[in-house]
């Protein structure tokens, strides 16, 4: 039976039947560590001198710690973890790079790795010939290549250019070429490295309707590491999440989505709490980004939990220090991080948020949540006062940002992805033309 017809026979495969699928990526207990050099023997005097003194001139940097995990066909299987967590080493142990130093990698069918786009490409050869050098170089023979050759030509945009030399190409076009040949190789496994969609924004279309129909297709495996989520819930099937060099959470994207944003949200903390320690160390006066000596202190942070559902409620708490008066307000403004722009704002002259308590205190609010589809949102508070003879706006005296916002997600089933607003609040019914032309006339 033919590829074509064994794909119209199989059904597209999700999170619920990839299991029934032949697994065709194995990875057993992987460990991966590097020697990185300390001290460097001049000479044999000096490195019998460190032998003696059980110096061994490096020390022994360890990047994946016991990691295992399948891959089903027909999977888009997607990585993800933050800079240095061994996602890169990962791939290049798949692709057969790099050798674990204990465990096994077994793959079943054709893998085409596509770590660093244009790797191989030759600036002095034509793009015709840097098409079948990049061909070799991934194991295709040249008939292989003859086969791939127009596909690869009419996707990248370039058929008047292809006896040119590389080196005469604009960047945009040399990317083009490059991720053509990643995504036309005719391979059972492609594994991608952060190379999702380039090129100017017609070209990224282009990709993205290109990955959605191999999302479709169960013949064909796709591996991607890659740092935008919106890609992650878009494409995979299944994700993991891989942090310092073990893997966290794997299994649903959008679990896996939350764990690794949850886990930025830590690490940036982290970094600004050693910012902040270093600083005091150094005997400087540093304050977050937002705030000043007026108000050394302004956070906005959550009392419930970071993910919701719509039939919940917010709650969440402000911790402020202003002692210049006992007449300031506070305005918080709700961000949609998912779709931008400003969801709701209190206004900066809100009685409710009027305080009279100068000081360091934290007051308390609450939020419902059903009018909202699943997102991601952020809270911002900034500290006002007033300006003398003018009650529509006030002064920003400092304003809770990075760190200092509040970041909570919406989950819930019964919601769409797409909109901000909910179909349980808001509703768009059909009516006669009488109704609308009598419904107007009274407006």
């Known amino acids: 039976m033919s590829e074509a017809g064994e794909s119209q026979e199989l059904e597209s495969v999700t999170i619920d039947?990839?299991?029934?699928?032949?697994?065709?990526?194995?990875?057993?207990?992987?460990?991966?560590?590097?020697?990185?050099?300390?001290?460097?023997?001049?000479?044999?005097?000096?490195?019998?001198?460190?032998?003696?003194?059980?110096?061994?001139?490096?020390?022994?940097?360890?990047?994946?710690?016991?990691?295992?995990?399948?891959?089903?066909?027909?999977?888009?299987?997607?990585?993800?973890?933050?800079?240095?967590?061994?996602?890169?080493?990962?791939?290049?142990?798949?692709?057969?790079?790099?050798?674990?130093n204990r465990g096994s990698v077994n793959v079943s069918g054709k893998l085409v790795p596509f770590i660093e786009l244009g790797v191989g490409f030759n600036p002095e050869l034509t793009g015709r010939e840097n098409v079948y050098l990049n061909g070799a170089l991934l194991g295709f023979t040249r008939e292989q290549v003859d086969d791939m050759y127009?596909?690869?030509?009419?996707?990248?945009?370039?058929?008047?250019?292809?006896?040119?030399?590389?080196?005469?190409?604009?960047?945009?076009?040399?990317?083009?070429?490059?991720?053509?040949?990643?995504i036309k190789a005719q391979g059972d496994i492609l594994v991608l490295d952060e190379v999702l969609a380039v090129g100017d924004e017609a070209f990224q279309r282009k990709c993205d309707d290109y990955?959605?129909?191999?999302?479709?297709?169960?013949?064909?495996?796709?591996?991607?590491?890659?740092?935008?989520?919106?890609?992650?819930?878009?494409?995979?099937t299944r994700a993991m999440f891989i942090q310092d060099g073990e893997v966290t959470a794997i299994g649903d994207r959008e679990t896996v989505a939350e764990s690794y944003t949850l886990a930025n949200l830590e690490a940036e903390r982290k970094e600004e709490k050693l910012k902040a320690e270093r600083a005091r160390k150094s005997g400087q006066k540093v304050y977050p980004n937002g705030l000043n000596e007026r108000c050394p202190v302004l956070r906005t942070y959550a009392i419930s939990p970071l993910v919701m559902t719509s039939d919940q409620i917010f709650r969440f708490a402000v911790e402020y220090e202003f002692n210049e008066t006992d007449d300031f307000y506070l305005a918080i403004a709700l961000h949609d991080i998912r779709r931008g722009g400003i969801t709701f704002d209190t206004g900066a002259h809100n009685p409710k948020l009027h305080l009279t308590k100068k000081g360091h205190h934290t007051v308390y609010f609450e939020m419902p949540l059903h009018l909202f589809n699943n997102g991601e949102f952020r809270l911002f508070t900034s500290l006002r006062t007033p300006?003398?003879?003018?009650?529509?706006?006030?002064?920003?005296?400092?304003?809770?940002?990075?760190?200092?916002a509040c970041t909570f997600a919406i989950r819930d089933p019964r919601n769409m992805d797409y909109a901000l607003i909910n179909t349980r609040v808001m509703s768009i019914e059909p009516i006669s033309k009488e109704d609308a032309e009598r419904g107007a006339a009274q407006q």
């Open 211 to 236: 990955f959605a129909k191999i999302r479709q297709d169960p013949t064909k495996t796709v591996i991607l590491v890659t740092h935008d989520m919106n890609a992650i819930k878009r494409y995979c």
């Open 150 to 182: 127009d596909e690869i030509v009419e996707f990248a945009e370039l058929e008047d250019f292809m006896d040119q030399k590389l080196k005469n190409y604009s960047s945009g076009m040399q990317v083009r070429l490059a991720f053509s040949v990643a």
């Open 387 to 404: 300006i003398p003879g003018n009650t529509d706006t006030t002064d920003m005296v400092a304003v809770a940002l990075d760190d200092n």
């Open 17 to 100: 039947n990839y299991e029934s699928q032949p697994v065709v990526l194995d990875v057993e207990h992987v460990d991966k560590w590097f020697k990185l050099p300390t001290e460097q023997a001049t000479g044999l005097k000096q490195a019998f001198i460190n032998w003696t003194k059980g110096i061994k001139g490096y020390k022994q940097q360890q990047v994946l710690k016991d990691v295992s995990f399948q891959v089903h066909r027909g999977e888009f299987f997607g990585i993800v973890g933050r800079n240095g967590g061994g996602k890169s080493t990962l791939l290049k142990i798949i692709s057969q790079i790099y050798y674990p």
